[in-house]
Each structure stands twice: as structure tokens, then as C-alpha cells.
């Protein structure tokens, strides 16, 4: 059973840091592009970073210069290096996996569980 099972999450001052972490495990042949998002209480769930499997990366406007998303393909894990954080950066943030799995080489999207970041003003 594929699972991306992440970590890092917590409560910091504004300007501080934390940095995600999302390991992925489970019957996986090849990890496509990954990617994080973030939803925050009463709002729609919105990308803030993603990466392809070469290193490509993209981010939203909103954490341009503040956050780094990076991989490591051999240990199957995807992190976000949050920077400068703001209330408003506030959210459960969820990491998320384009995945190739080794039954039959099927393609699944799998999804974390999800990640609390609390940043106090």
C-alpha cells in the first residue's frame, strides 16, 4: 500500500522557519512529480510548490523568495523549506506524489495526511 507519510509541521513566530518533510513508501516503481499544497480554515486548498522528478521547481506568487521545495529521488522524498513565515502562511499543508507503482505500473496521485503549521504573530 502506497502511503506518503510527512513531518515537520508545528507552531513558530512569524519570520521563523520549519521545514516539511514527505516520505513516500510502498510498492513504488518511480515517483513523478511531487508537490505541496496548503489549505487553510475556510478556504480552498492551493498549491505552493511543486517539482518535477529532474529538479524543476514552481511555487506560488505568495511564497516566491521564502520557500524551497527540493527532492531526494533515492530516498523517495519530497521537502519544503519554509523561510520568513507569516500568519498567513497559517494551514494544514499536504505533500502530494504523481506515483508509478510496481503492480502493473499503474499511475496513482496519492496524497499525505496532512501537516498543521501554525505561524503566531
Known amino acids: 500500500q502506497v502511503q506518503l507519510v510527512e513531518s515537520g509541521g508545528g507552531l513558530v513566530q512569524a519570520g521563523g522557519s520549519l521545514k516539511l518533510s514527505c516520505a513516500a513508501s510502498?510498492?513504488?516503481?518511480?515517483?513523478?512529480?511531487m508537490g505541496w499544497y496548503r489549505q487553510a480554515p475556510g478556504k480552498q486548498r492551493e498549491l505552493v510548490a511543486g517539482?518535477?522528478?529532474?529538479?524543476?521547481?514552481n511555487y506560488a506568487d505568495s511564497v516566491k523568495g521564502r520557500f524551497t521545495i527540493s527532492r531526494d529521488n533515492f530516498k523517495n522524498t519530497v521537502y519544503l523549506q519554509m523561510n520568513s513565515l507569516k500568519p498567513e502562511d497559517t494551514a494544514v499543508y499536504y505533500c502530494?506524489?504523481?506515483?508509478?507503482?510496481?503492480?502493473?505500473?499503474?499511475?496513482?496521485?496519492?496524497w499525505g495526511q496532512g501537516s498543521l503549521v501554525t505561524v503566531s504573530s
Open positions: 502530494n506524489a504523481d506515483v508509478i507503482l510496481m503492480e502493473r505500473l499503474r499511475s496513482l496521485k496519492v
Open positions: 510502498g510498492g513504488i516503481a518511480r515517483l513523478n512529480a
Open positions: 517539482i518535477t522528478r529532474g529538479g524543476s521547481t
